[in-house]
């Protein structure tokens, strides 16, 4: 029987080709030509960018975090809370939502403008799976530059971090890393490159199914950039707050 609601219609098309995309990508042979290829493509659109978005994050996060510090009467934490609060939520989610506005969207144009060209039928015709050519190959980009962007993010955050509450706000650079160090911890690292790999999943996954099942011509694939980039933006946030959620229940936080 035919679903009637388009949400859950849209859900399910969505799911299913989740699935394909995971069991393609233990498929052989192995796209190693157009994984690289992605790979450059969505470092080189995305690393600026990034890089200059994390500064500014790492400076506010410790002009917040500086001000409640002082106001609870400890300014030598200033240092490892700005740090962490960088590691854990800052540099992932900025990882993710340049990647998503970025080469996200890049990849939902190009896979819509082959699919309104009927290249993507083609492909069906001639017994190549598109998933496996085309798909797997850009969500598995996708995820590997997220992690690797998330601990650049992570250092240029605390490099602005850094500079903003030791050289413009004078403060001490042995309490700031002193206190860091009575503050992080390994898995707060983990967790966050962890939630980088999901994130790029999903990016991936948003954007490679609304190019595939864009229509219309090209208002049709402007359509459906637009909305890959709102819907991953969306899900981005929701997993953030659940993964968050979980790691601050499994995981021991340092005690002072």
């Given at each position: 029987m035919a679903v009637s609601n388009p949400l859950v219609r849209e859900t399910g098309s969505f799911v299913q080709m989740s699935?394909?995309?995971?069991?393609?990508?233990?498929?052989?042979?192995?796209?190693?030509?157009?994984?690289?290829?992605?790979?450059?493509?969505?470092?080189?659109?995305?690393?600026?960018?990034?890089?200059?978005?994390?500064?500014?994050?790492g400076a506010i996060i410790a002009l917040q975090t500086g001000a409640?510090?002082?106001?609870?009467?400890?300014?030598?934490?200033?240092?490892?809370?700005?740090?962490?609060?960088?590691?854990?939520?800052?540099?992932?989610?900025?990882?993710?939502?340049?990647?998503?506005?970025?080469?996200?969207?890049?990849?939902?144009?190009?896979?819509?403008?082959?699919?309104?060209?009927?290249?993507?039928?083609?492909?069906?015709?001639?017994?190549?799976?598109?998933?496996?050519?085309?798909?797997?190959?850009?969500?598995?980009?996708?995820?590997?530059?997220?992690?690797?962007?998330?601990?650049?993010?992570?250092?240029?955050?605390?490099?602005?971090?850094?500079?903003?509450?030791?050289?413009?706000?004078?403060?001490?650079p042995g309490p700031y890393f002193g206190s860091f160090t009575e503050l992080a911890q390994l898995a707060d690292l983990i967790q966050a490159e962890v939630k980088a790999v999901i994130f790029g999943l999903v990016a991936g996954l948003v954007a490679s199914y609304k190019g595939l099942t864009a229509k219309g011509g090209p208002k049709g694939v402007g359509d459906a950039v637009n909305q890959s980039v709102v819907f991953t933006f969306m899900l981005l946030f929701a997993i953030n707050f659940l993964a968050t959620s979980v790691y601050q229940q499994l995981v021991p936080q340092k005690a002072l």
């Open positions: 699935m394909d995309t995971i069991r393609a990508a233990f498929r052989r042979p192995v796209q190693w030509r157009e994984f690289i290829q992605q790979c450059w493509f969505v470092a080189s659109v995305s690393i600026l960018p990034t890089c200059l978005v994390a500064i500014p994050f409640l510090i002082r106001q609870l009467g400890a300014p030598s934490l200033n240092g490892g809370a700005s740090v962490v609060g960088v590691v854990r939520e800052a540099s992932p989610i900025v990882t993710a939502l340049i990647i998503a506005g970025a080469a996200g969207s890049a990849i939902c144009a190009d896979l819509g403008a082959r699919k309104i060209r009927d290249e993507i039928d083609a492909m069906e015709v001639f017994g190549i799976s598109p998933i496996h050519r085309l798909v797997v190959p850009r969500v598995m980009a996708v995820m590997f530059v997220s992690l690797l962007l998330n601990g650049l993010v992570s250092v240029v955050g605390v490099a602005g971090s850094y500079f903003f509450s030791v050289v413009l706000e004078h403060g001490t």
